[in-house]
Nanobody
């Protein structure tokens, strides 16, 4: 059974850091594209960062230099290290598994068939 379980969200002040975890079961995580999405109230779901099977990573411009996606294959877990957080990063964050091994549009939610439950990240002073 395919499942993605997220953890690590919370409330932090601007400039602080959080690390989100996405524990996968039912499939080999490294065989698929795993993407972190986020959605703020009233806004569309936005692709934040992806890691693909060969280890290459991709980031939306607004988080480049601040966020790092990584994976631990032994633990079948993907992480999102978020540094220098700002209030604009406040959102519910979701990890998602691609439907196919090599999706055409990595940051399109339509390319993903399994999702984590969502983890709230709030950045506020």
């Amino acid at each position: 059974q395919v499942q993605l379980v997220e953890s690590g969200g919370g409330l932090v002040q601007p400039g602080e850091s959080l690390r989100l975890s996405c524990l996968a079961s039912g499939f080999r995580l490294e065989s698929y594209v795993i993407t972190w999405f986020r959605q703020a109230p009233g806004k569309e779901r936005e692709g934040v960062s992806s890691i693909i099977s060969d280890g290459r990573t991709y980031y939306v411009d607004s988080v480049k230099g601040r966020f790092t996606i990584s994976r631990d294959n032994a633990k079948n877990t993907v992480y999102l290290q978020m540094n220098s957080l700002t209030p604009e990063d406040t959102a519910v964050y979701y990890c998602a598994k691609s439907k196919v091994l090599r999706p055409t549009f990595r940051f399109s939610p339509l390319e993903y068939d399994y999702w984590g439950q969502g983890s709230q990240v709030t950045v506020s002073s």
